[in-house]
């Protein structure tokens, strides 16, 4: 029994296609040379975000490029990725001469200006390879194209509290109360769930 709930777990775990290009991946170092310098230090100095954060930044940068390396096709990042992806390329050696010949195979290009994740068809695209070959997204890192109807929900889900908390007022009602607490929770439940990562975090200034 033991053995079958092994294999049927295996099953269900995502499997990458070009395994060699993601153990030449596993294998490279954002950390260490030819890099000028870390990009997970560049990253806590640049964007103010904790060292494990910039830590699950790059695993995360690592995981698009090599959706960009096995897919073949044209793919956008999310905007905290991108951060990372421009990073690296500005160590021009370390990126053109080094990490793009040796561990992709093939130069990728960063685009430039990237449009408004919501409206772009390839940031949908992206999302599908990630799922197919790691699972569901992080929304913290790779934000649902789809904020706006997460933002109406949360809207309705705020007034129907208000109003909620006014019939309990009106009729001293205990249940219209707890309804509207309930609805106030999920609504904050949601703003968290859904809430991406900042591309710059806010940090104390003076303090070192």
């Given at each position: ?144 194209p ?46 968290w ?14 303090l070192?």
């Amino acid at each position: 029994m033991g053995a079958a709930e092994d294999k049927r777990t295996k099953t269900m775990e995502p499997i990458k296609k070009d395994r060699q290009l993601w153990h030449r991946l596993e294998g490279y170092s954002f950390h260490e040379r030819p890099l000028t310098r870390s990009l997970v230090d560049r990253l806590e100095e640049e964007t103010g975000h904790s060292v494990d954060v910039c830590y699950i930044l790059v695993e995360e940068y690592r995981r698009f490029m090599y959706l960009v390396g096995s897919t073949g096709e044209t793919l956008s990042p999310s905007p905290i990725v991108d951060v990372v992806w421009q990073m690296h390329t500005e160590d021009e050696k370390a990126y053109f001469e080094d990490f793009c010949p040796r561990v992709i195979g093939r130069t990728i290009h960063h685009p430039g200006d990237l449009p408004p994740f919501q409206d772009d068809p390839a940031y949908l695209t992206t999302l599908d390879f990630y799922a197919e070959e790691f699972g569901r997204p992080q929304v913290q890192f790779w934000p649902d194209p789809d904020v706006a109807t997460v933002r109406m929900s949360s809207i309705l889900f705020w007034i129907s509290g208000i109003l909620a908390i006014m019939l309990s007022l009106l009729f001293n009602s205990i249940l219209f109360a707890g309804f509207g607490a309930f609805l106030f929770c999920t609504t904050l439940f949601l703003r968290w769930k859904f809430s991406s990562l900042p591309l710059r975090a806010s940090r104390k200034r003076g303090l070192t």
